[in-house]
């Protein structure tokens, strides 16, 4: 168990899907965090399939569509941030087809999209949504010039 300053960061993978480097991912996950100034307590990604995530879409956001992504966070008020991220892996490589992005890349603009909800940021509006493709491509960057 880790110390209460020490952020859990784990990933569970229901649908089959090649993460490497994850100690390196976890490391630059709670470097972004700090540079947010967000406290991270404890994150989850969980990979899973279509219609596993269309079941929690329309469970708990009652949405009957397909997405790629979900982000729960389950923190307290005031407190460390807890939350759990489900990534539909068949969206994934779908839209990395869609927009010609590779599978490594695709995946890990959706990872670190779920984090910067985490962190405050919204794309529900042009300007919002815009602001997040900015963001999301400025860690891809950072992450993969290391």
Known sequence: MPSPSTP???FHFLSEVSLRDRARLKSFLIR???????????LQYIFCSDPYLLEINKQYLKHNYYTDIITFDLSEKGQPINAEIYISVDRVRENARLFGNSLKDELHRVIFHGALHLCGYKDKSQQDEKLMRQMEDLNLGLYFSE
């Open 32 to 42: 972004l965090f700090k540079k947010e100034k967000k406290q991270l307590a404890e």
């Open 8 to 10: 859990a960061i784990s």
